[in-house]
């Protein structure tokens, strides 16, 4: 059971530089999330997706985009790296919007821009 | 704005009971949880209360109550395994998860 894949686990990147994080899950959710985790920070959203074909701007957007081609994946791009975007980033899925909505996270993928 | 707040770290002993407090405010509410996340793994889920009352799973338990904006998890016979961070989460009226910054609880011997 695979659940949902993150590729890169790691990655240190130099700024300026083009990176797009992978995401892929197999339990044929319909939303999908970008979050990234920074040390005293709460988890915080980047974009969504509710539905195949559509995304979402969450609270922290600049400097990222997203597709959703497909139910299955949910790649996140950075155009042009900066340190500030050094994180973890985890990607999650939820089976919809409503009821528990629980979500089930990747393994995280750990950038670091110098 | 919205806000979830909850201790930056606590500390209890192995065996004992802890008790985790979340305070919230929000636009709208849809649901709370609790997510456990253990150092450099990603968050798993523990719990979620919609309604106001205690909701019992195991060695762990969640209250609410939503006219306080207030929610707590509940340790008991705690382990060393135990040792992680605890995430509060509130979804709000679009549906989306506003984040606490978490409590990392300690276990010690």
């Known amino acids: 059971i695979a659940g949902i894949t993150q590729a890169p686990t790691s990655q240190i990147l130099a700024a300026g530089r083009r990176m797009t994080l992978r995401c892929t899950q197999d339990?044929?959710?319909?939303?999908m999330y970008w979050y990234r985790q920074d040390l005293g920070l709460g988890l915080r959203l980047i974009h969504y997706s509710n539905t195949a074909g559509t995304t979402g701007k969450g609270e922290v957007p600049d400097g990222y985009s997203v597709s959703r081609a497909n139910t299955d994946d949910f790649p996140l791009t950075l155009a042009s790296a900066v340190p500030s975007q050094t994180s973890v980033y985890f990607c999650a899925s939820s089976p919809g919007l409503e009821g528990t909505g629980e979500l089930f996270f990747g393994e995280g993928s750990r950038l670091t821009v110098l | 704005g919205q806000n979830i707040d909850q201790p930056t770290e606590m500390t209890a002993t192995e065996g004992a009971i802890v008790q985790i407090n979340c305070t919230y405010q929000?636009?709208?509410?849809?649901?709370l949880f609790w997510y456990q996340q253990h150092a450099g793994e990603a968050p798993t889920f523990l719990s979620y209360?919609?309604l106001d009352g205690l909701e019992e799973k195991g060695r762990f338990s969640s209250f609410l109550s939503r006219s306080k904006g207030y929610s707590y998890l509940l340790l008991k016979e705690l382990q060393m395994k135990d040792s992680a961070s605890y995430l509060c989460?509130?979804?709000?009226?679009?549906?989306?998860?506003?984040w606490g910054a978490g409590t990392k609880l300690i276990i010690k011997p």
């Open positions: 209360n919609v």
């Open positions: 929000t636009s709208g509410f849809n649901g």
């Open positions: 339990m044929r959710h319909n939303a």
């Open positions: 989460a509130v979804k709000d009226s679009n549906y989306q998860l506003i």
